[in-house]
């Protein structure tokens, strides 16, 4: 897989991340948080592609003849659920604890969880791919807990709609790659 899909991979994923660290960042904006929600964060975000993986290298020799079309709807349906989600109302906390981003961080990298089952049968070169996951996740959160002081609530919705139409356009490219080339 060619770098730059891990990377737009790597941001879609981060999305959801991206939205939840501006939605902190909008009901209680510090510096201290900011960094620690990237480190949160960009910690899942590495390591549930590695989980997911190791499942995905176990089952791979079962699943060669369909792998493209589980990728692509694992893809489809960690996008769709990332827009659908968008449209969710969601409460905000005015405090937030260690606890808080614990379950944060959890909620918003289960997606990163299924592209690594898609990355072992893919047979994505595993610790780069999550590294890059990882880092951009890092950076996007802790950027969206600086801007969300900043920017207000409108776009939480719109970062997470772009990132499922993305992991969905990339699970598109996957499939079509598999069938016509």
């Known amino acids: 897989m ?10 879609s994923l981060a999305m959801d991340a991206f939205a939840v660290s501006i939605a ?12 620690k929600q990237g480190i949160y964060f960009g910690s899942f975000q590495f390591l549930m592609p590695l989980f ?8 791979k020799s ?10 692509f709807a694992l893809l489809a349906l960690i996008g769709g659920g990332m827009i659908i989600d968008s449209f969710q109302k969601k409460e905000q906390k005015r405090a937030l604890t260690n606890k808080d981003f614990l379950l944060q961080a959890i ?19 595993i610790m780069e791919a999550s590294a890059i996951i990882g880092i951009v996740a890092f950076f996007l959160s802790y950027i969206g807990g600086v801007l969300g002081k900043h920017l207000g609530r409108f776009l939480e919705k719109k970062a997470s709609i772009a990132g499922g139409f993305l992991l969905i356009a ?12």
């Open 24 to 35: 902190n960042g909008i009901t209680c904006f510090s510096k201290k948080n900011a960094l």
């Open 170 to 181: 990339i699970g598109v490219k996957i499939l079509l790659e598999h069938i016509f080339f």
């Open 107 to 125: 909620a918003t990298s289960i997606d990163a969880f299924a592209v690594g089952v898609s990355f072992a049968i893919l047979e994505v070169h």
């Open 2 to 11: 060619e770098g730059i899909t891990i990377f737009l991979i790597a941001l």
């Open 52 to 59: 997911g993986w190791f499942l995905g290298i176990n089952i």
């Open 62 to 71: 079962y699943m060669e003849a369909i792998d493209h079309w589980i990728a």
